[in-house]
């Protein structure tokens, strides 16, 4: 039997056994799957820097009509990351400092955090813990690239941030049918199976750069080896290996220096730096984090 006989086999038996996993898989195959839609305000900010008629002013006006949004993309101004000599105090000076398509990618990531929500405690708090791994990743991910040439620290910051997006219509359907899920490993298990496939259908519908599609499918493919120059899935990747470094056991992770996407970007990123980076980035980790929650 081959390698992709065994996965149908198995996907054949996990249906049969796992509720959450057969409504999950049936209503994605018929499109009725509840996908999360992108957040007003963001959709807004993105189609203002999308016209070519726009001018900063413009678009400052858009952007302020949410005054948290405003207040964080002045903090991210100031931030490490992007700091310059003078203090930067409005939204116009903001937009101008990050740039357009910086400040976009920004935004869309502080408008993210709704997308993560649900009615039951249970399912609330797992939706809680997915934001707050994201969020994690995607620090990690604005630092890395801010480190390697070539690599947008904002884009990366997004890209970490939607890594496990086709998360939230599974946990999103549970919480709406908690009577199908039988057992503790259901929702594992339906994660594991579907979390790339849906993801896809987000990044696709959200009209997401495509490479970000990479991002999803490959976010814990450890020996993904594509030849290619170096990626945000890449960065992703790295980032995410970085951020179970004390909360999984180590032995069954994957050793840094054997991943093919740590040996692309070894250039810029040497053993000792790479594996230091939660320490000696720390306050720019936790600014962005900050920022995000």
Known sequence: MSETDNDISNTAAS???????????RYMQSDKLVLPTIPDVSFKIRRAINDDKA????????????????ARLIQISNSPLYVGRKKIESCPEALTRL?????QDIITAFAMKSVFN????????????????????ASISAVFAHKIPGFDPDRAML????HDIGIVPI??????HPDIIAHPTDLAETVKA???????????????????????????????NNNDAPDYADIVMLAQLHS????????????IDDLPAYRKLAGHLDANDSINILDEAKDEIDSIRQMLA
């Not at 890209?159 to 939607?162: E, P, Q, S, V, Y």
Request: net charge positive; aromatic share 8%.
């Open 194 to 224: 579907l979390r790339a496939d849906i993801g896809v259908q987000i990044i696709r519908n959200w009209d997401f750069p495509s490479d970000f599609e990479d991002v999803v499918i490959d976010a814990e493919n450890w020996f993904r």
């Open 15 to 25: 249906l049969a056994k796992n509720k959450l996993l057969m409504d999950c898989y």
């Open 55 to 70: 001018s900063s002013a413009s678009i400052a006006r858009v952007v302020q009509i949410d005054p948290s949004i405003t």
């Open 159 to 162: 890209a970490g941030l939607i």
């Open 171 to 176: 946990l999103t359907h549970a919480d709406n």
């Open 244 to 255: 179970f470094i004390g909360k999984v056991d180590i032995k069954k992770m994957p050793k």
């Open 99 to 103: 740039g357009l398509k910086a400040s």
């Open 118 to 137: 649900a009615k039951s405690p249970v399912i609330r708090r797992k939706m809680t813990d997915l934001w707050a791994h994201s969020s994690y990743v």
